[in-house]
């Protein structure tokens, strides 16, 4: 089951990498999606669907992933989500860090297995 759910995290990676490097077309995709707010889903584009199914199920994965042992890195993904990009630049330092983070979760959980709450609890 584990296996699973960073499958599918394996999903949320690829899409914030397909953020970092066409970040022009995502953020003009964003803002023609949040223009759109009013309309109806049956009359806009269905790309419109399949971007709002991608970001319930993303933040499904998070909220989930607060179940973990990881759940700090999980934590500083959901927050960062509540940070308002209207720039393209903020919307890239944030797919950035994103895929950074979403890296190490990886990483950690089949390699290093270090707890996250635990290490830095012990910084202090």
């Known amino acids: 089951m584990i296996q699973f759910f960073y499958l599918l995290g394996t999903f949320f990676l690829i899409w914030e990498l397909i953020s970092i490097f066409e970040i022009k077309k995502v953020h003009n995709f964003v803002m023609t999606f949040k223009a759109m707010s009013g309309i109806p889903l049956e009359v806009r584009p269905p790309t419109h669907l399949i971007y709002s199914l991608t970001m319930l199920s993303y933040t499904i994965w998070c909220l989930v992933g607060l179940l973990t042992f990881q759940w700090p890195l999980y934590l500083i993904i959901l927050l960062a989500s509540f940070i308002k990009k209207d720039n393209i630049v903020l919307r890239w330092i944030d797919a ?27 910084l202090f």
């Open 96 to 122: 950035f860090l994103s895929s950074l983070i979403l890296l190490f979760i990886f990483i950690n959980a089949f390699y290093f297995q270090i707890d996250i709450w635990k290490w830095a609890i012990g």
